[in-house]
C-alpha cells in the first residue's frame, strides 16, 4: 500500500471526503462576523468546540450562544485585543482550559485603512500593522506555546489576502490602494513561511489563506461603480460571500492536509492580475 492511500483511508471510501473535528477546540480570532463567524460556523458544523475572539462588538456572546444551540458543540466568546501580547496569551490559556485543549487557530482577525498615501499617519500605521502583523503573530505563538508545552502539533490557518500579492485598487477617480493594508498582508503571507519552518519540527502547520473580495463589513461601503469594476476583474465575476471561503479553512486545518505547510491558498475567484 503507498503512503498516499495509506492516509486517505478509510475517510475517504464510501461517504467521500469527510472531516470531523469532534473533540478538537478551535480558536477563531474575529470570528464574531463576517469571514471569521463562516470559519466559526464551519467547524462547528464539522464538530469543534469554537473559541471566538472579538475585539469590541457587544452581541459577540450572543453570537457563540447561537453557534452553540445550532451545531450542539461548546462556544465561548473572548474579548481580547490581538495586538496585546500578555492579554492574548492569558486569553488562550484560559480557552485552553475552558473548552480545550487547543487543536487549531483560524488567525483571522484584521483591519483596513482607506486613504491616499500622502494622508496616512503613524496612527494609521499602528492601527493597521498591530492588529494584522502582530496580532497575528501574538495569536500563532499562544497556540503554538500551549502545543509545545503538551508536545503536541496542530494547525494554524491565517487569513491574508490576495492583495499580498497585488495592489487593489478601491477607487476609479485616482489610484487608491490601501498601501498599508496591503504591505501588511505581505508581511503576514511571509510571517507564514517563517512559523512554518520554524515550527515543523514541533508538528504545527502553518498556511495561508488568502481571500478576494468577500461581502463582509469590510467591504460594504464600497461605491457599486467601484464594485462593478473589481467584479469584473474576477473570472467568475462577483464578489465572495464569506461561507465560499471555509473550505480551504478546514481542509487546511484537517488532517487530510497534513503535508501542507508554509503554503499560501487564493481563494479569489480567480482574479485577474490587474
Ligand atoms: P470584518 O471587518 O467583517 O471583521 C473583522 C473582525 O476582526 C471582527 O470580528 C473584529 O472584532 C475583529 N478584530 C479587528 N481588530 C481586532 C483586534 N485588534 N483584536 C481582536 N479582534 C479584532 O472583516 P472581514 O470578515 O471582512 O475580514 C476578515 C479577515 O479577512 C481580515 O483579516 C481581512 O483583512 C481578510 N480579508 C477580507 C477580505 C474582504 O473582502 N472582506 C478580502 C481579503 C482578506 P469586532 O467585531 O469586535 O470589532
Avoid at 28 to 37: A, E, F, Q, S
Avoid at 169 to 197: C, D, I, M, R
Wanted: proline content about 3%; hydrophobic content about 40%; glycine content about 8%.
Amino acid at each position: 500500500m503507498s503512503a498516499l492511500s495509506g492516509l486517505l483511508h478509510p475517510k475517504m471510501t464510501g461517504k467521500g471526503f469527510v472531516i470531523d473535528f469532534s473533540n478538537k477546540c478551535i480558536v477563531v480570532t474575529g470570528g464574531n462576523r463576517g469571514i471569521g463567524l463562516a470559519m466559526s460556523k464551519a467547524v462547528a458544523k464539522a464538530g469543534a468546540h469554537v473559541a471566538i475572539i472579538y475585539r469590541s462588538s457587544a452581541d459577540a456572546p450572543k453570537v457563540a450562544h447561537d453557534i452553540e444551540k445550532e451545531f450542539k458543540v461548546k462556544a465561548k466568546a473572548y474579548q481580547c485585543d490581538v495586538s496585546d501580547a500578555d492579554t492574548v496569551n492569558k486569553t488562550f490559556d484560559t480557552i485552553d482550559k475552558e473548552l480545550g485543549p487547543i487543536t487549531g487557530l483560524i488567525a483571522n482577525a484584521g483591519v483596513s485603512v482607506v486613504k491616499p498615501a500622502l494622508d496616512l499617519t503613524t496612527d494609521d500605521f499602528n492601527k493597521v500593522f498591530t492588529t494584522n502583523v502582530l496580532g497575528v503573530f501574538n495569536s500563532a505563538r499562544a497556540a503554538a506555546k500551549l502545543w509545545n508545552e503538551r508536545q503536541h502539533g496542530g494547525s494554524i490557518v491565517i487569513v491574508s489576502s490576495m492583495s499580498s500579492q497585488i495592489y487593489n485598487q478601491v477607487a476609479l477617480s485616482e489610484p487608491l490602494t490601501q498601501v498599508f493594508y496591503n504591505s501588511s498582508k505581505g508581511a503576514v503571507s511571509n510571517l507564514t513561511k517563517g512559523l512554518a519552518s520554524e515550527w515543523a519540527k514541533h508538528s504545527i502547520r502553518v498556511n495561508a489563506l488568502s481571500p478576494g473580495y468577500v461581502n463582509t463589513d469590510q467591504t460594504s461601503g464600497m461605491d457599486k461603480k467601484v464594485r462593478d469594476f473589481q467584479a469584473n476583474t474576477v473570472l467568475l465575476g462577483r464578489f465572495a460571500e464569506p461561507e465560499e471561503m471555509t473550505g480551504q479553512a478546514i481542509l487546511l486545518l484537517s488532517d487530510h492536509a497534513s503535508y501542507m505547510t508554509g503554503g499560501e491558498y487564493f481563494v479569489d475567484g480567480g482574479k485577474l492580475a490587474t
